[in-house]
């Protein structure tokens, strides 16, 4: 009887899921030291993970050890580990990569500022700027290395919330399709490659603009594509049917958000639409991932802000759109579509 006892599944506890909460940051620097401070490769028997220079083998061990205990990794008898299913997206090469996003989060440019998540809670104002003594974007082109790592970040989630947009929106009469601060252009190779007879326009600023050619060249679509760069707070080039950002407009404050909309509004013909791929927050107490990105852009943004439907259709008003519909995606983003007025 006893065993039986045992084994059954016990009740879970509020006080273990908080205290799981509580130590979540453990969790995400192992993630991040993983991702950044060792090697993956993978081998015929599946990916497992060798030290590189400079890593004390105690010290790896006992941090594969901790992630193997959440299931990330299996070990072996003679001590060596091997990724599990759900740790094969540490691997830089896996379609669906995290390993990106996980360098970010655990790197100096977001765990510090997060450490001073009470000061932007106080004054409602970035963290960031308070630590570095400069607003995120203009530190990053200050310091190439934290721009790789958040350069890195977003495209290594672009792949899954790229493939989730382009199977939730249509596309329909959209001859030429303009990415805005479209990075390394996972977003619209993926969207191209899908519609073969749309064209794209790549816009971002230079030194990141740059960096999509090669994703370009990769895909195959580098004749359908045209790369621009320049500010997207003042000029945008015309001749594009519809324009897209993901995770461009919750970067800033309203003012700011209304500004890269009116320049969306200038480039655009009299039928174009914009297409915001962003969370978009539902009402009261509903578990959502954009409630808690929304702190983020709180701490490292020039009081960027996640934003209801409402919201939206507020600031997409003021720059000469209207909202049309809301469109969810099979990830935590949705599509706002608006049209010119």
Known sequence: MAENRASRTSPVRPYDVLFDMVIGKWISQALGTVAFRTGLRRERDGAAIWPVKDVSEDGLYRLLRALASVSLFMESADRRFKLTGMGQLLRSDHTESLAGFA?????????????????????????????????????????????????????????????????????KGVVTLMDVAGGHGRLLATVLLRHKRMRGVLFDLPHVASGAAATFARAGITGRVRIESGDFFRELPSGADAIIMKHILHDWDDDSAKRILQACHRALGPRGKVLIVDPVVPPGNIPHYGKLLDLEMLVLTPRGRERTKAEFARLLHGAGFRLSRVIATESPLSIVEAVKV
């Open 103 to 171: 360098r970010f989060v655990a790197h100096d440019s977001t765990w510090r500022p997060w450490g001073q998540l009470g000061y932007s809670v106080k004054t409602g104002m970035p963290a960031f700027d308070h630590v570095f003594n400069a607003p995120i974007f203009e530190h990053f082109s200050r310091n190439p290395e934290a721009a790789e790592v958040f350069d890195g970040a977003m495209t290594s989630i672009s792949a899954r919330e790229a493939r989730a947009t382009s199977d939730a929106y249509d596309f």
